[in-house]
């Protein structure tokens, strides 16, 4: 992943990637590769972490599956996006998923109606929940307008109790130490969080802390402007990268501050020809190809 998603700033608010070029071309290959490997996890959940040759596991099937729609429309796919989200996380934060983003579908034709990723971020005293959001447009500034409107929805108390409901019902492991060192300590207290949520009208009464990732991902002309990662292409990117981060900080975000929010920023060569090829991928893994 550093060879191909290349993080360029890593600050506590702001942590940012491009796809790694040169003459030859673009990683884009080599991050669908990636983000195959990360299927199984990503869909199943902590049973799945570290498989070795996870696309000749058994299951790889029934997690491309997961993902087949018969009906795709590219401009309402979130599903890319989310599974960028997972593979940075779990290698440049550590974090690991509680739970597969995939058990809160109705069916393969239905998304996900929950946070697009749900993780856990060890830390030595403690284990933070981690609840990311992702967009993919093809213009930044709308896809950060799209998270700065998920933190207002989904950062509610309501919302955050119902969600929590979900998570504690579909979480367990068949792994008995991870099962009790691991997911029972969290559900323990995603389930106290929730009672209390009850009576409650703000997460701040309830909760200490959430880690919140929000991810940016969008199509970045100047990909095209250059033959490899030059001096020019950092200068432009970095400009960008500052501006869009302004821009976002610049929101009128009436957020809970118990969530410890990160702006994750991933411009790409080409939105629709990534989430193109992904679905060719999917489609092949699920033999629909």
């Not at 596991?57 to 996006?81: I, S, V």
């Not at 967009?135 to 207002?152: C, E, N, Q, S």
């Not at 997911?183 to 009464?205: G, Y």
């Amino acid at each position: 992943m550093e060879n191909v998603a290349i993080q360029y700033i890593n600050e506590k608010e702001l942590k940012t990637y491009y796809l790694n070029f040169d003459e030859n071309g673009d990683k884009s290959q080599e991050l669908l590769d990636i983000l195959m490997d990360s299927l199984l996890e990503f869909v199943f959940g902590i049973d799945y972490c570290n498989i070795n040759n996870p696309q000749s596991h058994q299951k790889f099937f029934n997690a491309c599956e997961k993902l087949y729609k018969e009906k795709r429309n590219p401009q309402k796919e979130g599903d890319l996006g989310e599974i960028i989200l997972h593979a940075l996380l779990r290698k440049y934060l550590n974090t690991f998923p509680l739970t597969g983003r995939f058990y809160f579908a109705v069916d393969k034709n239905t998304n996900a109606k929950s946070f697009d990723v749900i993780h856990i971020l060890p830390k030595p005293d403690k284990k933070i929940l981690v609840l990311g959001e992702s967009k993919m447009f093809k213009v930044g500034k709308k896809g950060i307008d799209a998270l700065v409107d998920d933190i207002k929805k989904h950062f509610t108390a309501d919302y955050a109790r119902k969600q929590f409901v979900k998570i504690s019902a579909l979480t367990h492991s068949s792994d008995e130490k991870i099962q009790k060192s691991i997911v029972m300590p969290t559900i323990q207290q995603i389930d106290d969080w929730e009672l209390k949520l009850r009576s409650a009208n703000t997460l701040d009464e309830v909760i200490d802390e959430l880690y919140v990732p929000l991810l940016c991902t969008y199509t970045y002309d100047e990909y095209t402007k250059h033959s490899r990662v030059s001096k020019e292409f950092i200068e432009m990117y970095e400009k960008e990268m500052r501006e869009l981060d302004a821009y976002f900080r610049n929101k009128d975000i009436n957020k809970p501050s118990c969530l410890s929010i990160v702006l994750m920023l991933f411009p790409i060569p080409d939105k629709d020809k990534l989430i193109e090829e992904y679905y060719k991928r999917i489609d092949k893994g699920c033999g629909k190809s």
